[in-house]
């Protein structure tokens, strides 16, 4: 069944929706009405999100991050509008290149090529024509693999085909101007260098960072100081390019740009750079300004620390789907992101995306799960949640995933891959995660006091269970024990559970886990801890 969402999404608010009716306010028709936006022959056009990347590094997590975030605020505009919408991946390849990794090959070649625009650099891994052209690759194969549809575009392109030529030329008759807002947000000993042109090198390619002097406006000259000579030359076409605050401003201007979302740490950059736009005559793009991932300990996360997250170890231990509804909520708060969030993110992906079936049109366009799938949420459901996989696991010790598909069949006898797909991935993600994280700190000790006399009436009273018991008796028997067991409070009888026959500090619900573990395998556990 096809739902029509757009007017439950006039009203939704969802941060999606927000944002997407940001720009439906962004054009104006007769009298001031918003309106669809349009070319100069009236028909109506695509609106224009973008996404940045810089080339001199490998796509990552926060890449991923935004180009998600940004599809789904494009998604919305178009369940409200209808209207037709693009997608640019934007890469800063003519960048300098000012630092030479230390993660890659052939360091002392790379290392005569500095300061040299990216796509001039040399390819340390010998595949392409250039060091940035192979970390293009990398984002495009990075983005196919996720399947996000988008336009990608180079820097070095755009310069050097001339399509920024026009706005080029805006930049050099607005110059002073540009310097106004440019130089008070600099320090003293920058303001005296600092041009908003970074004219390439006819002696060495290099991208200079050296004062400016318009010579003609129209023209594109420029004058300046190079290793001692006194050099004009042509910034169009890839003569030059600009320092990348004011490249920015000169990108949404040429581009056109209506909505672009960036990180808390720009927010002073994007004031700046909506100024210079302003000046040239464009209108700074609508956008989300989001925080930044944290830590375990709460603090930034900071590649240079390494104290991060990287996308293949979460794909590692949790799903795609898990990661992007982690990620969809709560963009403006900061969250922590590590090993320790992704348990709890892979069962509420299940569960919401569970609900979204039955929810109302107002409240599907809430749930997390709609915007990770763009409303076509898959119907079907996993019989376990991860968090009882990862106790099954546990107790299992270095079971195979054949072993682990043997144990569910008991609980759910028609569990099978072929049935269950993401149940089979989140089988590998979680004999990952128990080896790597659970494994190591597992510790199970010896009952004490009343735990013993409890231990062992739930031997009796699990013996006696007929064959068709199911969960929620077992859990009413638990229950029971915990309560009438001389225990100051429920809490204890479950943690003397997990810590007695599990080997750490929290676990499931028992009643559930002991029906997948199996009645008599858990008398086995009982047993071994009582001995």
């Known amino acids: 069944m096809v739902t029509d969402y757009r007017e439950a999404a006039q009203q939704s608010k969802a941060w999606p929706f927000e944002e997407a009716r940001k720009l439906l306010k962004r054009y104006r028709g007769e009298r001031g009405a918003p309106a669809p ?10 609106m224009l999100f973008e996404t940045g990347y810089g080339p001199s590094g490998l796509p990552h997590i926060g890449t991923f991050n935004e180009v998600l975030r940004t599809t789904m605020v494009r998604h919305a505009y178009e369940t409200l509008t209808g209207n037709p919408t693009r997608l640019i991946a934007f890469s800063d390849d003519m960048d300098g290149f000012r630092k030479v990794p230390t993660n890659v090959p052939n360091q002392d070649m790379l290392a005569e090529h500095l300061h040299k625009p990216l796509t001039k650099v040399p390819d340390p891994f010998g595949k392409y024509e250039s060091f940035a052209a192979h970390n293009n690759a990398m984002l495009r194969e990075f983005l196919d693999r996720f399947g996000f549809d988008y336009e990608f575009m180079s820097s070095t392109d755009q310069y050097t085909s001339g399509l920024f030529d026009p706005t080029l030329k805006l930049v050099l008759q607005r110059y002073d ?20 042109v970074l004219p390439i090198s006819p002696k ?45 401003a000169m990108r949404w201007t040429a581009l056109g740009v209506d909505y672009e979302m960036y990180g808390k740490d720009l927010t002073d950059s994007g004031i700046v750079s909506g100024k210079i736009a302003k000046v040239l005559g464009a209108r700074k793009p609508e956008g989300l300004i989001y925080e930044l991932f944290l830590d375990a300990k709460g603090e930034k996360i900071s590649k240079s620390k390494g104290n991060g997250l990287s996308i293949e170890e979460w794909l590692r ?22 090993m320790g969030v992704i348990p709890k993110a892979v069962d509420e992906y299940f569960q919401f995306r569970a609900n979204w079936h039955d929810q109302t049109p107002e409240k599907r366009l809430g749930n997390a799960v709609h915007h990770v799938h763009n409303g076509d949420v898959p119907a079907d459901t996993i019989p376990v949640t991860f968090g009882l996989l990862l106790n099954l696991v546990g107790v299992m010790g270095d079971a195979d995933r054949d072993q682990i598909w043997g144990y569910l069949r008991q609980y759910a006898p028609d569990a099978t891959a072929e049935k269950y797909p993401d149940l089979d991935e989140l089988i590998g993600n979680a004999m990952a995660y128990h080896k790597d994280f659970i494994a190591p700190t597992l510790s199970r000790r010896k009952p004490e006091g009343v735990e013993v006399a409890a231990l062992e009436r739930l031997d009796r009273e699990l013996g006696a269970l007929p064959d068709e018991a199911q969960a929620e008796d077992i859990q009413t028997i638990v229950y029971s024990i915990g309560k009438e067991g001389g225990f100051d409070n ?3 009888w479950f943690k003397a559970l997990y810590e007695t026959l599990l080997g750490s500090s929290q676990g499931p619900r028992m009643g559930s886990f002991i029906a997948l573990y199996g009645v008599e395998n858990t008398r086995k556990l009982i047993a071994e801890a009582l001995a």
């Open 37 to 46: 936006k349009t070319g100069p022959d009236g028909e109506i056009q695509p």
């Open 177 to 196: 101007q540009i310097m106004d807002i440019m130089l008070p947000t600099l320090g003293k000993e920058r303001q005296a260098t600092y041009s908003p």
């Open 204 to 248: 060495t390619g290099h991208v200079l960072q050296v004062p400016v002097e318009v010579i003609d406006a129209e023209a594109g000259i420029v004058r300046f100081e190079d290793d001692g000579d006194m050099i004009e030359q042509n910034i169009l076409s890839g003569g030059a390019k600009l320092q990348w605050k004011v490249d920015w």
């Open 317 to 338: 231990y949790g799903s795609e789907n898990s990661l992007a509804f982690y990620i969809f909520r709560e963009p403006k708060s900061a969250k922590q992101l590590h």
């Open 490 to 492: 429920l809490r204890d």
